[in-house]
């Protein structure tokens, strides 16, 4: 965890930010539309803010974009938050050593091991927008590796053609 935490804090201005073990955020692997065979519930992989069917990947990399935690459990329709709940890295960051955390984006739930950043009237303030600015810094890992990971898999710019059943696989 110390060496995840110096790796993180070499990617934040001037080391404000000390302590950071890991970036999490969802992503969307779109996957082609399951039929009642696969899943009883169908509409529950179609997400509304991508237009399409997929599963929702939670993923937790390091400082240097590589992928430490996944978990592929959820629908598409899920939301970051509530597929986060229950996985084996929310049940980590209840016993993580004081001072360690990670960082997510506003659509998970603060807690004294998972940083948010600061929304609505409350980022406006110039102390949370530097807050926010700092914990910008390290989020941005996250969203770099599953860039690289896209780009580096092209199969991941389609749906994934195969059964639904394997998709996590």
């Known amino acids: 965890l110390k060496k995840l935490a110096i790796d993180f804090q070499s990617k ?24 009642a065979k696969d899943t009883a519930n169908i509409a529950a992989y179609f997400s509304g803010h991508y237009q399409h069917h997929g599963v929702n990947v939670q993923a937790c990399c390091d400082a240097r974009c590589k992928f430490t935690y996944l978990s592929v ?3 598409g329709g899920t939301g970051d938050s509530r597929a986060f709940y229950g ?11 004081r001072g360690f955390y990670v960082v997510a984006d ?3 739930t603060l807690s004294s091991t998972l940083l948010v950043p600061f929304a609505g009237a409350d ?24 860039g690289l990971m896209v780009n580096k898999w092209r199969v991941f710019k389609r749906p994934i053609e195969i059964n639904l059943a394997r998709v996590p696989s």
């Open 73 to 75: 459990r959820s629908p």
């Open 106 to 108: 506003s659509a998970y």
């Open 87 to 97: 996985t084996a890295l929310q049940h980590f960051l209840e016993v993580i050593p």
């Open 123 to 146: 980022k406006k303030r110039v102390d949370n927008d530097i807050f926010n600015f700092h914990l910008s810094q390290l989020r941005i890992k996250i969203e770099q590796s599953f």
């Open 12 to 35: 934040s201005s001037m080391g404000v930010l000390d302590g950071c073990v890991g970036a999490l955020d969802g992503w969307l692997c779109r996957i082609k539309v399951p039929t």
